[in-house]
């Protein structure tokens, strides 16, 4: 198995600031994956990350908002940028080893 | 596109009563990965399991059953004698492989309140 930490765990931000969350996972991976999670919501998937590589944004999402970075196998941050109350939401970065596993989540108040 | 719908936004049963959460999924691939998650009110996602679409086989696990039927493409999970402590959103998903990693769609979530 796998542990996957993030941080923070949690912020109030103020409207048009940024906020970097970053994400360790205690293995190698090939691949990370970001999804968001509004209030009440299902997840949603950001974009996927490759270690190298620039990341893959799904549709609706655009580097500029959320750029993210991938220096090694075993790290990632995503950036939400210029924050907006509609950004408030849980962010959780995921990997797939064996199974495909989340991190706790970071859950951004945005006022 | 890869869609997956669970039909039950909100159930609520009595405690040791059985429960069934549904999941209809949808894709144009032939090898995919279905997936149930727990997420409990302290809000990490809880892996329950991981089902190969050439494994149709029902999967039984303490209290909890899954029933895989690929011809109505449907994932359903019980929940036998249910518990306070299962009271959680539980999350269907469907696999995209991407360069050997999973890329998830989910379901909009059921919500399921266990009442003592």
């Known amino acids: 198995s796998a542990v996957i930490s993030q941080k923070p765990s949690r912020d109030i931000c103020q409207r048009g600031t940024s906020l970097t969350i970053q994400c360790q996972v205690d293995?190698?991976?090939?691949?990370m994956f970001w999804y968001r999670q509004q209030p009440g919501q299902s997840l949603t998937l950001i974009a996927t990350?490759?270690?190298?590589?620039?990341?893959?944004?799904e549709s609706g999402f655009v580097i500029d908002k959320f750029p993210i970075s991938r220096p090694n196998l075993t790290f990632s941050t995503l950036t939400v940028s210029n924050m907006s109350p509609e950004d408030s939401s849980i962010y959780l970065c995921?990997?797939?080893?064996?199974?495909?596993?989340f991190g706790p989540g970071t859950r951004l108040t945005v006022t | 596109a890869q869609k997956v719908t669970q039909a039950q936004t909100e159930i609520s049963v009595v405690e040791k009563e059985d429960v069934t959460l549904d999941c209809v999924y949808e894709t144009r691939d032939t090898t995919y990965y279905l997936f149930w998650y727990k997420q409990p009110p302290s809000g990490e996602l809880v892996f329950l399991i991981r089902r190969n679409s050439f494994d149709e086989q029902n999967e039984i696990s303490g209290r909890y059953s899954w029933n895989f039927q690929k011809s109505t493409s449907s994932f359903n999970f019980t929940i036998t004698a249910s518990q306070v402590v299962d009271s959680a959103v539980y999350f269907c998903?469907?696999?995209?492989?991407?360069?050997?990693?999973?890329?998830?769609?989910f379901g909009q979530g059921t919500r399921l309140t266990i009442n003592p």
């Open positions: 293995s190698q991976v090939t691949m």
């Open positions: 998903a469907l696999s995209e492989e991407i360069q050997g990693a999973q890329k998830l769609v």
């Open positions: 995921s990997a797939f080893l064996d199974e495909q596993y």
């Open positions: 990350a490759n270690q190298g590589s620039e990341a893959t944004y």
